[in-house]
């Protein structure tokens, strides 16, 4: 890893142009603002330094060290970051647009209102990184590490979360369109509030997630492991469950209005009543709560819970 003081750009050494920047975002008449374009500067350690309100163009920073590195407002197009160190930089309100951050840690970065677009951050270790308030279009997040990471009232669309790790990931009053979960596992993944429209869950493996109050639309769940879910008050009107494990799920008051619940298993299921079943999709491979199969015959009592021996 090359120190910044061995580093120069097109002659100038880096150090001066990071001074220069540093009195830029101070003072804009005395400083000179960073401003690159097809820069290289690979295997560089530039450990928090400050590109606040920088434009990157073209720019390769592969297999550099920029922990803790400042880029808020920052502007970013085209760049290459693949495989850098990023754990706890800050682009709170920069613009990034095509931009690969593939295989980078950033364990506890912060996108707080940023403006992400064809950004690909497959398997990155995103562990506890703040997306709040952020406009995400087309982001790849295939295989991704994002324990812990918070999406409050983001904005997402055609994301992809394929195969990613989501254990307790939050997205309180976020807003999903056309994104994929197809195969995404974690426990306590919660989508509290929020919105999915078009939206891919197939066999997600999501354990004692919590959907309450969620709005769910056109939103494939199909053969995706709920046991011990808490489904309260959220609308799963004609989203597509078929197969879903829902075993000891909390269904109080979940509007299943033409939900598929063909092959689902609802054993131990709480809160279910029968006109919610009534309106739903079962057959002779769903299990209902009572631990019996159905499909779901109004008035027969099979909508009241026995406990699931195979929830843990």
Same mark, same amino acid.
């Given at each position: 890893?090359?120190?910044?003081?061995? *580093? %120069?750009? !097109?002659?100038?050494?880096?150090?001066?142009?990071?001074?220069?920047?540093?009195?830029? *975002?101070?003072?804009?008449?005395?400083?000179?603002?960073?401003?690159?374009?097809?820069?290289?500067? #690979?295997?560089?350690?530039?450990?928090?330094?400050?590109?606040?309100? %920088?434009?990157?163009?073209?720019?390769?920073?592969?297999?550099?060290?920029?922990?803790?590195?400042? &880029?808020?407002?920052?502007?970013?197009?085209?760049? !290459?970051?693949? +495989?850098? $160190?990023? !754990?706890?930089?800050?682009?709170?309100?920069?613009?990034?647009?095509?931009?690969?951050?593939?295989? /980078?840690?950033?364990?506890?970065?912060?996108?707080?209102?940023?403006?992400?677009?064809?950004?690909?951050?497959?398997?990155?270790? $995103?562990?506890?990184?703040?997306?709040?308030?952020?406009?995400?279009?087309?982001?790849?997040? %295939?295989?991704?590490?994002?324990?812990?990471?918070?999406?409050?009232? @983001?904005?997402?669309?055609? /994301?992809?979360?394929?195969?990613?790790?989501?254990?307790?990931?939050?997205?309180?009053?976020?807003?999903?369109?056309?994104?994929?979960?197809?195969? @995404?596992?974690?426990?306590?993944?919660?989508?509290?509030? #929020?919105? &999915?429209?078009?939206?891919?869950?197939?066999?997600?493996?999501?354990?004692?997630?919590?959907?309450?109050? %969620?709005?769910?639309? #056109?939103?494939?769940?199909?053969?995706?492991?709920?046991?011990? @879910?808490?489904?309260?008050?959220?609308?799963?009107?004609?989203?597509?469950?078929?197969?879903?494990?829902?075993?000891?799920?909390?269904?109080?008051?979940?509007?299943?209005?033409?939900? !598929? $619940?063909?092959?689902?298993?609802?054993?131990?299921?709480?809160?279910?009543?029968?006109?919610? $079943?009534?309106?739903?999709? *079962?057959?002779?491979? *769903?299990?209902?709560?009572?631990?019996?199969?159905?499909?779901?015959?109004?008035?027969? +009592?099979?909508?009241?819970?026995?406990?699931?021996?195979?929830?843990?």
């Amino acid at each position: 890893m090359k120190a910044s003081s061995q *580093t %120069a750009v !097109n002659g100038v050494p880096l150090d001066d142009i990071l001074g220069a920047h540093a009195e830029w *975002t101070r003072d804009a008449a005395s400083g000179v603002r960073c401003e690159w374009n097809g820069v290289t500067l #690979s295997g560089v350690d530039l450990r928090r330094a400050n590109f606040d309100g %920088a434009h990157l163009e073209g720019v390769t920073l592969a297999d550099s060290d920029l922990t803790a590195a400042e &880029l808020r407002r920052a502007e970013i197009d085209s760049a !290459n970051f693949r +495989g850098t $160190l990023l !754990n706890g930089a800050d682009f709170t309100s920069g613009q990034l647009r095509q931009v690969d951050l593939s295989f /980078c840690l950033l364990q506890g970065a912060y996108f707080i209102e940023a403006r992400l677009e064809h950004v690909d951050f497959r398997e990155a270790h $995103l562990d506890k990184t703040r997306f709040h308030d952020a406009s995400i279009l087309e982001g790849a997040f %295939a295989a991704a590490v994002l324990n812990g990471a918070l999406f409050h009232h @983001a904005r997402l669309v055609e /994301c992809d979360f394929s195969g990613a790790q989501i254990n307790g990931v939050q997205m309180y009053r976020t807003d999903l369109r056309n994104c994929g979960f197809r195969s @995404a596992a974690g426990a306590h993944f919660s989508v509290i509030s #929020s919105r &999915l429209i078009d939206c891919d869950l197939w066999r997600a493996e999501l354990p004692g997630a919590s959907f309450a109050h %969620a709005r769910l639309q #056109s939103t494939c769940l199909a053969a995706a492991n709920l046991k011990g @879910a808490d489904c309260s008050e959220a609308s799963f009107r004609g989203c597509d469950l078929s197969g879903a494990v829902l075993r000891d799920a909390r269904m109080c008051k979940t509007d299943l209005f033409a939900a !598929n $619940l063909c092959g689902a298993d609802l054993t131990g299921a709480q809160g279910l009543t029968q006109e919610q $079943l009534a309106h739903t999709r *079962t057959d002779n491979g *769903t299990f209902l709560p009572n631990g019996r199969r159905g499909p779901y015959v109004k008035y027969s +009592g099979a909508e009241r819970p026995v406990r699931s021996r195979a929830y843990a």
